[in-house]
């Protein structure tokens, strides 16, 4: 069963078949991060108008790298939700489009549950019922997964997400967008214990996140508490001294994040930790979850690096899943942000 995926829901325009929810038979992406980089971050009219020139194209692309027709595909999958409202309508209608034109099943996928389900592109299959952690640049977010369709939140973000921390900071240290890879790349040659920033939210009590006491943190650290835009844009720094704050900064986050999951697997006595989002390819974290895995006992599944960041394979590979249980929706199935 060969499932086309749809993907529009932030800054990336994405296709991809998928077979019988684990063989990937394409994965076309086209990204934005050139178009954005110049504002620091998403601009959301600007990613819409994006996606309506390259989901047509990309979706020829996902196709011709499978090697098959719209007639060898049974279904079309497409994020519906959470996103830029904007740009995951362009991927509905293109869906919808499809839908109604080839007369195929329409399949509506969460975006959370779909990076959620990378683990089940890679080669170990999930034991179940696992804790599932989805770190991004909009989301952080743990979840009780039951099944490839049956997540219960547990929690998530109440301000800014992991990843939209790590672009602000990087806004903050001059090291361009996107965020994530650029402070890891400066921290490489920094001391992660230089500066003692605030780590948030662990008590184990709680599986909710806040990192925007720490942004505010590392903002007052670089220019002080009277800290305005011009004082920010004029700002020249010691390449030591970046290095020093972008290595405490991400190990601060990464401290957070590790401590959270694994208070979340003792409280549900969960012996599986599914991680994914594109934070989930920052080296440290990847690194301290292993050690992590290896004292505690469980079982940890982090997502393919080449499936971190939003791609269509988690789309079509979870639409595989509501096709055989029979979620299909309607044409009139909405996209909501």
Request: aromatic content about 6%; some cysteine.
């Amino acid at each position: 069963m060969k499932i086309l995926g749809i993907e529009t829901s932030c800054d990336e325009t994405a296709a991809a078949v998928v077979e019988d929810g684990r063989r990937i038979l394409s994965n076309a992406v086209s990204s934005q991060q050139q178009i954005h980089a110049r504002f620091g971050g998403v601009v959301p009219e600007i990613a819409g108008r994006a996606h309506v020139e390259a989901v047509l194209p990309v979706m020829h692309d996902a196709l011709r790298e499978a090697g098959v027709t719209l007639d060898e595909v049974d279904a079309v999958a497409v994020t519906t939700t959470p996103g830029l409202i904007g740009a995951l309508l362009v991927g509905v209608t293109a869906a919808k489009a499809l839908s109604w034109a080839r007369q195929m099943p329409l399949l509506a996928v969460d975006h959370l549950h779909a990076h959620i389900y990378c683990a089940w592109l890679a080669e170990e299959t999930p034991e179940l019922p696992a804790v599932s952690f989805v770190v991004s640049g909009g989301h952080t977010s743990l979840f009780l997964t039951e099944s490839p369709l049956v997540h219960t939140l547990l929690g998530g973000t109440v301000d800014d997400a992991a990843g939209e921390a790590f672009d602000k900071v990087s806004n903050i240290l001059h090291l361009g967008y996107p965020g994530g890879p650029a402070i890891e790349r400066a921290a490489r040659e920094g001391n992660s214990r230089a500066v003692d920033f605030p780590r948030s939210w662990l008590d184990p009590e709680r599986a909710d996140f806040s990192f925007s006491g720490l942004k505010t943190a590392v903002l007052y650290h670089c220019l002080g508490q009277n800290a305005s835009k011009e004082a920010l844009e004029a700002v020249r720094y010691d390449a030591g001294f970046v290095a020093d704050v972008a290595a405490s900064f991400q190990e601060a986050v990464v401290d957070v994040l590790v401590t959270k999951a694994c208070q979340a697997l003792d409280r549900h006595g969960a012996q599986s930790l599914i991680v994914g989002g594109g934070v989930a390819a920052n080296a440290l974290l990847r690194e301290r979850l292993e050690a992590e895995a290896g004292e505690r006992g469980f079982r940890l599944h982090l997502a393919p690096r080449s499936l971190c960041t939003d791609n269509a394979a988690m789309t079509a590979g979870i639409g595989y899943h509501l096709l055989r249980e029979g979620k299909q929706v309607p044409l009139t199935a909405e996209a909501t942000p």
